[in-house]
Nanobody, 115 residues
Framework: QVQLVESGGGSVQAGGSLRLSCAAS????????MGWYRQAPGKQRELVAT???????SYADSVKGRFTISRDNAKNSVYLQMNSLKPEDTAVYYC?????????WGQGTQVTVSS
């Protein structure tokens, strides 16, 4: 019912930047909270950033000041601008749409940061 497709991942050196995009389709509304999560090898999936339908944002402490989440409701899209990337940011990044009964997830996009 909801499809999320991430793009924009890749490999970058430490200190570099990437911009992730998530295109949503299906039964999704502009008031859904959207989020970015990541999962590194051998670790649990963790929340990176969220943005509410009204534009309120929250961030994990590890990315505050470096990452920025935004959304374009007209395009049903969510973005994650990642600056000053560190090797510890290496992970598969997932887009998520929050609904009352749970989240819908994208397939993920790999981000690799080399030192």
């Amino acid at each position: 019912q909801v499809q999320l497709v991430e793009s924009g991942g890749g490999s970058v050196q430490a200190g570099g930047s990437l911009r992730l995009s998530c295109a949503a389709s299906g039964r999704i509304f502009s008031d859904n909270t959207m989020g970015w999560y990541r999962q590194a090898p051998g670790k649990q999936r963790e929340l990176v950033a969220t943005i509410s339908g009204g534009g309120s944002t929250s961030y994990a402490d590890s990315v505050k000041g470096r990452f920025t989440i935004s959304r374009d409701n007209a395009k049903n899209s969510v973005y994650l601008q990642m600056n000053s990337l560190k090797p510890e940011d290496t992970a598969v990044y997932y887009c998520a749409a929050s609904f009352r009964l749970g989240n819908y997830w994208g397939q993920g996009t790999q981000v690799t940061v080399s030192s």
